[in-house]
């Protein structure tokens, strides 16, 4: 799609938040960017206008089979004012991916960040300064025939809302506690699993409800087939630092491909480590805790960046990971990526993009 983004700017601006009572997602900006698509026609009417609510009939589709795509992006202000966008196109061709998975059909991702930006430059005064805040960028897209049949929909709506978020940590770097899930499946090889789509994460609540009146901070998913081999956290990768190694699941279908973790893949390995994409059972990561060659774990994600594992519980057997502590490869990771997103370190890999 090329062409005009149509502005219609609200009238009446809302009240922005202090940056230290910033939360996470409960908070929206002035503006949205919203097109639709038309089989035959395309994505088109691209525009900018008031954030607010739209009108849906009781048999949109997406209500009913749930065909609708979303990604997690941030922009940050640097320490020299600017606002970047932290690897906006990847995101953005990963969303493509996702699309592909649910029959959605593809946007076009230099309009759309083209969009995006636009949108970003309008609410730029959203953008918080405070350490560890950020802009939180939520695009989606959903089915929007009203249809009670099982097919993909002709018709769909892409919007991208806006919301500045707080610091993941407000009481600093604290590692997490994790509960490997063993009854229930988030997702199967050959499912939609890889894809960024909200069935994942509906699947993925009473596990994580349970996990949490035991105590625990997030779920640890194990293949839906052998329930041996880990996967993924609810919401991040994981990484396990064994013998001065880092591995992390191999993508084959049923996890995603995570921004961060890419991230940290690229980071580490030009650091020099020894970083593996390869299958880990949670034996071998229980294993290496015997034999005291498990150093650390760590989960990589948007929200949180990096987050240190303290704890995990696999079938009532508790192990405490680095006595409990966030690591040296935690801290050092998580200080040269949001290094990177503030402006405190070279973005050498040229990740972030400048809103004008």
Known sequence: MSGEIKISLAQNLKEKPQDDKLGFGTIFTDHMFVMDYEAGKGWHSARIEPYAPFLMEPSTMVLHYGQAIFEGIKAYRTTDGKVKIFRPGDYLARMNRSADRLCIPNIDVDFVLKGMKKLISIEKDWVPSNEGTSLYIRPFIIATDPYLGVRPSHTYRFMIILSPVGAYYPEGFKPVTIWVETKYVRAAKGGIGEAKTPGNYAASILAAEEAKAHGYTQVLWLDGCDKISVEEVGTMNICFKIDNRIITPAL????????????????????????????????????????????????????????????????????????????????????????????????KFNWMEEVE
């Open 252 to 347: 084959q279908g049923s996890i995603l491909g995570g921004m961060t973790r890419d991230t940290v893949i690229k980071v580490a390995g030009d650091w020099g480590m020894d970083v593996r994409e390869q299958r880990i059972t949670i034996d071998d990561v229980y294993e290496a805790h015997g034999n005291g060659t498990l150093q650390e774990i760590f989960g990589t994600g948007t929200a949180a960046v990096i987050s240190p594992v303290s704890a995990l519980n696999w079938n009532g057997k508790v192990i405490t990971v680095n006595g409990g502590n966030a690591g040296e490869t935690s801290l050092k990771l998580y200080d040269e990526i949001a290094g990177i997103q503030y402006g405190k370190v070279a973005d």
